[in-house]
């Protein structure tokens, strides 16, 4: 039984030139365009969890999980906000990492219902749920956001992107810290991966963001948009008394 090949493959890969020419584009080109894919992951995300701002991925899931934790305690830590709530219908995976993430950094990490949170417990610093949960049930967490955001706690919502493409968003509930894992839209798992995690936060957690974010440089004498990443600066690479620019242009060679 003959089979035909899909339009955009034809379009894209058989009747495309540059799969059939000598020409070996340079380490330049090579990156800029991998840069200029990783910036289009990141406007994915953005647009599918309704945040502001998103990375170019982290490790996976359970690291995403300690790292919006630790968010959380470093956004707190002036006000000595050392208490941070798992939902304990998040993925197991999520729940040891962060505990192990948190006993040098002195963070009490409890496993709980979010539904029976105490908010008159000032060292509370955020909160971790999940929608879809690890049983697969959904949620909307539109109301326990809210009161997060009423009492300064972290609202942290790890999430499927294939679900948000239908679902309500955690962006638009109000979360200010969406997670989960990329896998859905990558390769399959084997042997426990690949499976890269995405970040993304709202415009007041900008500085907070954990790994690369990569980004447009516009020149304004030409016509021209490279892609570049751009880091968080550190402590020891700024200047006392220098006003604290969010991310430095990192040159590409």
Request: with cysteine; charged share 20%.
């Amino acid at each position: 039984m003959s089979q035909g090949t899909p339009p955009v493959i034809l379009r894209n890969v058989i009747e495309n030139p540059a799969w059939c020419t000598p020409y070996t584009p340079f380490q330049a080109e090579i990156s800029q365009g991998r840069l200029e894919s990783l910036l289009n992951i990141q406007s994915m995300i953005i647009d599918l969890t309704a945040m502001n701002l998103a990375n170019a991925s982290l490790l996976d899931q359970a690291t995403a999980c300690a790292e919006a934790m630790y968010l959380a305690f470093h956004h707190g830590r002036k006000e000595r906000m050392t208490f941070f709530l798992l939902s304990r219908d998040v993925f197991p995976s999520c729940v040891e990492m962060a505990k192990t993430r948190a006993e040098p950094l002195k963070i009490k990490v409890v496993v709980g219902d979010p539904n029976l949170i105490d908010w008159s417990d000032s060292s509370l610093c955020g909160i971790l749920v999940q929608t879809p949960d690890a049983m697969g049930m959904l949620h909307d967490f539109t109301t326990l956001f809210e009161k997060a955001k009423q009492h300064g706690v972290v609202s942290c919502c790890g999430t499927d992107l294939m679900a948000s493409v239908l679902l309500k968003p955690p962006g638009e509930m109000g979360a200010d810290v969406v997670l989960g894992s990329a896998q859905r839209f990558g390769a399959p798992l084997g042997f426990g991966g690949p499976h890269a995690a995405f970040f993304a936060v709202n415009e007041e957690f900008k500085r907070l963001i954990p790994g690369r974010v990569n980004g447009i440089k516009v020149k304004t004498r030409r016509a021209v948009r490279p892609y570049a990443w751009r880091f968080r600066r550190g402590s020891n690479v700024l200047r006392r008394n220098a006003p604290h620019p969010i991310f430095v242009l990192h040159k590409l060679s």
